[in-house]
């Protein structure tokens, strides 16, 4: 499976596929937190559920994350329920604490 990638400046995405088979974890920097980031939406079509694209999706992001020495905050609610379930994956890098912005 080929995930790229695509920095939009102010957050991003990981992407596989294309068209109507294109499968994507979004992220967003968490406020003032600049290290860390919010992983905010995960999204797989019907079509190809049930093949574990959603967690090789995660599995690359978290990998990424940490090579940029970022912690995540797992506001999607499939990347929540992987970072409960898999505390040995990802303990590493979950955080609650995302200052919003204009406060210090």
Same mark, same amino acid.
């Not at 596989?16 to 992983?39: C, H, I, K, M, N």
């Given at each position: 499976?080929?995930?790229? =990638?695509? *920095?939009?400046?102010?957050?991003?995405?990981? +992407?596989?596929?294309?068209? /109507? !088979?294109? &499968?994507?974890?979004?992220? @967003?920097? $968490?406020? %003032?937190? !600049? *290290? &860390?980031? +919010?992983? /905010? =939406?995960?999204?797989?079509?019907? @079509? %190809?559920?049930?093949?574990?694209?959603?967690?090789?999706? %995660? *599995?690359? $992001?978290? /990998?990424?994350?940490?090579?940029?020495?970022?912690? +995540?905050?797992? $506001?999607? @609610?499939?990347?929540?329920?992987?970072?409960?379930? =898999?505390? *040995?994956?990802? $303990? /590493?890098?979950?955080?609650?604490? &995302?200052?919003?912005?204009?406060? +210090?």
């Amino acid at each position: 499976m080929d995930i790229k =990638h695509e *920095d939009h400046g102010r957050g991003g995405l990981f +992407v596989t596929g294309e068209g /109507d !088979q294109r &499968a994507e974890l979004t992220y @967003s920097p $968490a406020g %003032l937190q !600049q *290290d &860390a980031w +919010v992983f /905010d =939406h995960t999204y797989v079509p019907e @079509s %190809l559920r049930g093949q574990g694209i959603a967690e090789k999706l %995660l *599995d690359y $992001a978290v /990998d990424f994350a940490r090579q940029k020495g970022k912690k +995540v905050v797992p $506001a999607c @609610s499939y990347v929540r329920a992987q970072f409960e379930r =898999h505390p *040995d994956k990802y $303990a /590493d890098l979950a955080t609650e604490e &995302a200052k919003p912005f204009g406060r +210090v």
